[in-house]
Each structure stands twice: as structure tokens, then as C-alpha cells.
């Protein structure tokens, strides 16, 4: 499995390992090791956890797309750098 995003990796890594019990999803070019016998159960698992990782992922964009990081003292004019407290 190849993907620029690293965290996007990790997760469906993860997501394998848990709900589908596989190990990697990296090639090793031995049927016996790369085909696997899956129960719907699990796929539907898998695929449930992808959709609830996703939507997370996008609530946590949204709230950073809509949170400030700076705006202009009304008083004095100069500009002020917004944190967010995590």
C-alpha cells in the first residue's frame, strides 16, 4: 500500500491490523502471505472504523478551518496572533 499522507497510512495500517487481523499490506509475494480469508463481519468492522476515522479527520479540519489565528486590536490597532488551547 503506497500514500503520501503518513497519518492517512498509519490509520488504515491500523484499522488492518485491528479489524481484519493482517498484519501489514505490504507486498511479500507469496499467495499464502498477501490473499487472506476475511468474514464480512470484519470487512463491515474495517470499513466502519475507515468512515469514523474519516469523519473525525474532518471535523478536526473544520473546527481548524474555522478557528482564527489572528485579528487586530480594536484599542491599539496592532495585530495579535491567536492560539488555540488544546
Known amino acids: 500500500?503506497?500514500?503520501?499522507?503518513?497519518?492517512r497510512g498509519a490509520a488504515i495500517r491500523e484499522i488492518a491490523k485491528r479489524e481484519l487481523l493482517i498484519e501489514t499490506l505490504e507486498r511479500r509475494k507469496?499467495?499464502?502471505l498477501d490473499f487472506h480469508d476475511v468474514s464480512v463481519w470484519c470487512v463491515e468492522a474495517a470499513l466502519i472504523?475507515?468512515?469514523e476515522a474519516g469523519r473525525?479527520?474532518?471535523r478536526i479540519a473544520e473546527c481548524k478551518r474555522r478557528t482564527p489565528t489572528h485579528c487586530t486590536c480594536p484599542a491599539c490597532g496592532r495585530d495579535?496572533?491567536?492560539t488555540p488551547v488544546t
Open 30 to 32: 507469496r499467495d499464502a
Open 49 to 51: 472504523a475507515a468512515y
Open 80 to 82: 495579535i496572533r491567536i
Open 1 to 7: 500500500m503506497k500514500t503520501n499522507d503518513p497519518m
Open 56 to 58: 473525525e479527520a474532518g
